[in-house]
C-alpha cells in the first residue's frame, strides 16, 4: 500500500496500483546497466541449480526411495538403530 | 549400514563444506554494506548534500553484484541436505524446517520487495521511502541469517524438542527456546556483527586503494569514516559476542572448548594460550592422539576467567571429558557411549516390539521416551552410543586451535585498523599513510579468512557431531555411492569457480569505474 503514495514522474496518475507496481519494474529493469549482466548471472545460475543440479543430481533421497512417510520413518530408524561395530572411525 | 563408507561420509563433507564456505563469502558482505549504505543514504537524506548520495549509489553497486552472484547459493545446500544427508533432515524433523521456512518467506518478500525500491526508487519514490526501503533490506537481510543460524545454533545446543519415537524425529516442543537459547542469541549476534565488520574493512579497502590512486580522495574519505566508525563499534559489539559464546561452548560443548585451547589436562586457575605451536608428542605414547606445545605463551587464570568469569574455576581439559573427573561432577564418555547404546538398543527394540505386535513390551518401552529422567539420563547421549572407542569422539586440536587463534588475532588487527582510519582520515593526514592504505587494501582478504576461522572452529570444532551428542556425522549420512558424491563436488567446485571470477571481475570493473552517477 505504501507504494501508492510514490510519486512516478513519467506515469500518469491515472494508472491502477497493479499498472504503477508492473511499470515501476518495467523501467526499473529496462534502464539497468550492470543489472543486465546480473540477472544474466542469476538466470543462468538458477538454471544449473535447479535445472541441472536439481533435476540429475540431487534427488530427494526419502521422497524417491519410498512412498510414505511410515516407510521413511522405518528405514531411518533401521539405519540409526544398527549395532555400533557397523559404524566405521570419523 | 554394513561397514559404513567413509570415503562417502568424508566426501559428503568436503561437499557441504565446500558449498557452505562458498555461500559465505557472499553472505558477510551483503550484511556488513546494506548497513554501511544505509548509514550514508541517512546522510544524504538528514543533510541534502548530494555527494552522500554518489557515494551511497556506488558502495550499492557493489553490493548489487555481491548479491546477485551469491543469492540463492545457499539453496545448494538444502538440497544436499535431502540428498547427502537423509538421515539427518529426517531426524531433525520440524526444528531445521520451521526456520528455514520462515527465513525463505522472510527474504523472498522483504529482499525482493525493498530491494526493488533501493535500486529502481532513485527519483521514483520519495527519499524517505527510500530510504526506509534501504534500511529494510538491511535489516531483512540480518533477519534473513536469524533462522538459518538459530538452526546451526540448535544443532550445537539441541533444545526445546522432544523425540518420537514412532517416526524418528525431534519435533518442536518449545519454539521459543530454540529461538531464544543463549547458544542461538550469540550464534546470531557474532555471526551478524562479524559480516557487519567485513562489510566496514571492505569498504575501508576499497577506498584505500582510491585514495592511492589519487582518485576520488573525497569520496574516500567520507566512505572510510562512516565505515571506521561503523567497524569500530560493531568490532566491540564482536569482543562481547565472541566472550558470550566462548562461555556458551565452554557450557554445552567443553570438548570443543577444550580443543580449541588445546587442554588436555584440566585445572583450576586455567591460563589461557595467546599463541603456541602444536606437535606431536615423540615418541607418541597416548592413547587420545594427543598433541603438545613446542612453545607457547599464556595469559595465567585467562581461561578459567573467559569459560566461568571467576579466574579459579575448574576448565575440564579433553582427558576429563574422556575419562570423567568425579571431583567436578564430569561423567566419562566411556560411560556415555554405554548410556548411547541403551538409548539405541531402547529405539531398536521398541520397534522390534511393535513389529511383533507385542504391546505390553511396545508400551514399557515407548514410555521410556516420555520420562524425563530416562531421556536427560539415556537418549540425552544418544550419538555416543555409535562409538566404541573414545579417542574417536574428540575432534582435530590442531584445526579447532589455530582457527580460533587467527579469528581471534585477526579481529584485533580489525580493531586496530578501524582506530587508525578513523583518526587518520578525522586528522585529514590518511593521504599521507600510504603503507597504512596498502595494508588495508589487503585486510580485504584477512577478513574473509577469519570469519571462514570462525565457522571452521564452529563445524569442525564440534565433530563428531552432526546434532551436538544426538547424532555424528557418520550416521546423518545417506548411504549412496561415494563416487555421486565426488561427481557433484566437481560440478560444484566448478560453477563456483566461475561465479567467483565472475564476481572478482564484474566488482573490479565498477570498482575502477568509480563513483560517476552511481548507475543501475
Not at chain 1, 4 to 20: G, P, W
Not at chain 2, 243 to 271: C, H, T, W
Not at chain 2, 389 to 418: E, K, N, Q, T, W
Amino acid at each position: 500500500m505504501i507504494i501508492l503514495s510514490c510519486s512516478f514522474n513519467h506515469l500518469t496518475v491515472k494508472k491502477n496500483i497493479f499498472q504503477r507496481v508492473f511499470y515501476f519494474y518495467y523501467e526499473g529493469f529496462r534502464s539497468m546497466t550492470i543489472g543486465r549482466t546480473l540477472w544474466m548471472i542469476i538466470l543462468i545460475k538458477l538454471f544449473i541449480m535447479f535445472v541441472i543440479f536439481r533435476l540429475f543430481f540431487f534427488p530427494n533421497f526419502l521422497n524417491t526411495n519410498f512412498d510414505t512417510d511410515q516407510e521413511r520413518s522405518d528405514h531411518v530408524i533401521e539405519e540409526l538403530t544398527k549395532p555400533s561395530n557397523d559404524y566405521g572411525k570419523h | 549400514m554394513e561397514n559404513i563408507d567413509l570415503a562417502l561420509v568424508n566426501w559428503s563433507r568436503l561437499q557441504f563444506g565446500l558449498t557452505a564456505m562458498f555461500h559465505w563469502v557472499f553472505v558477510p558482505l551483503t550484511l556488513g554494506l546494506s548497513f554501511i549504505m544505509a548509514i550514508m543514504e541517512t546522510i544524504y537524506v538528514r543533510t541534502g548534500n548530494p555527494e552522500w548520495k554518489r557515494i551511497t549509489k556506488f558502495w550499492m553497486i557493489l553490493f548489487a553484484v555481491n548479491f546477485a552472484i551469491g543469492v540463492a547459493t545457499g539453496l545448494i545446500l538444502e538440497f544436499e541436505f535431502g540428498t547427502n544427508w537423509s538421515n539427518y533432515s529426517w531426524f531433525v524433523g520440524d526444528i531445521f524446517g520451521a526456520p528455514l521456512a520462515i527465513e525463505g518467506i522472510m527474504a523472498f518478500f522483504l529482499e525482493s520487495t525493498f530491494v526493488a525500491v533501493m535500486f529502481f526508487g532513485w527519483e521514483k519514490v520519495s527519499k524517505r521511502f527510500h530510504l526506509v526501503s534501504t534500511w529494510l533490506v538491511a535489516v531483512g537481510a540480518s533477519l534473513s541469517a536469524l533462522w538459518i543460524l538459530v538452526a546451526n545454533a540448535w544443532m550445537q545446543n539441541p533444545t526445546g524438542m522432544r523425540f518420537n519415537p514412532d517416526t524418528a524425529r525431534n519435533e518442536m516442543g518449545n519454539f521459543w527456546e530454540v529461538l531464544f537459547s543463549n547458544t542461538a542469541i550469540n550464534k546470531f549476534l557474532h555471526t551478524v556483527s562479524s559480516g557487519y565488520v567485513l562489510g566496514a574493512i571492505f569498504v575501508i579497502g576499497i577506498s584505500a586503494w582510491f585514495i592511492l590512486k589519487k582518485r576520488e580522495v573525497l569520496f574516500a574519505k567520507r566512505s572510510m569514516l562512516v565505515a571506521s566508525i561503523f567497524g569500530l563499534i560493531m568490532s566491540l559489539f564482536l569482543i562481547v559476542t565472541g566472550d558470550e559464546s566462548a562461555r556458551e561452548i565452554a557450557k554445552v560443548q567443553p570438548m570443543k572448548f577444550a580443543a580449541m585451547e588445546g587442554l588436555y589436562e584440566g585445572r583450576n586457575n586455567a591460563p589461557l594460550v595467546v599463541i603456541g605451536l602444536i606437535q606431536n608428542p615423540d615418541p607418541d605414547t597416548t592413547q587420545l592422539n594427543e598433541k603438545e606445545f613446542a612453545f607457547k605463551v599464556e595469559i595465567p587464570n585467562l581461561l578459567s576467567y573467559m569459560a566461568f568469569l571467576d579466574p579459579n574455576a575448574f576448565v575440564p581439559g579433553i582427558r576429563d571429558l574422556v575419562r570423567g573427573n568425579r571431583d567436578q561432577g564430569i561423567i566419562s564418555y566411556y560411560e556415555r557411549i554405554k548410556r548411547g547404546k541403551v538409548a539405541i538398543n531402547t529405539l531398536a527394540e521398541y520397534k522390534e516390539a511393535l513389529r511383533n505386535g507385542d504391546e505390553v513390551r511396545s508400551g514399557m518401552l515407548r514410555a521410556r521416551f516420555d520420562d524425563p529422567h530416562w531421556v536427560n539420563t539415556y537418549f540425552k547421549n544418544f550419538g555416543y552410543g555409535y562409538y566404541d572407542d573414545p579417542a574417536d569422539l574428540i575432534p582435530s586440536v590442531p584445526v579447532a586451535f589455530y582457527s580460533f587463534h587467527l579469528m581471534v588475532i585477526l579481529g584485533g588487527l580489525f580493531l586496530i585498523v578501524f582506530i587508525l582510519t578513523a583518526f587518520w582520515v578525522l586528522k585529514d593526514t590518511i593521504e599521507t599513510k600510504r603503507w597504512f592504505l596498502r595494508v588495508a587494501i589487503w585486510t580485504i582478504p584477512l577478513v574473509y579468512i577469519a570469519g571462514m576461522a570462525g565457522w571452521l572452529l564452529a563445524e569442525m570444532g564440534r565433530q563428531p557431531w552432526v546434532i551436538q551428542d544426538l547424532m555424528p556425522t557418520l550416521a546423518a549420512v545417506t548411504k549412496i555411492e561415494a563416487s555421486s558424491v565426488q561427481i557433484t563436488f566437481w560440478l560444484f567446485a566448478l560453477t563456483f569457480t566461475i561465479l567467483a571470477i565472475a564476481e572478482v571481475r564484474i566488482m573490479l570493473a565498477q570498482i575502477k569505474k568509480g563513483p560517476k552517477d552511481g548507475g543501475k
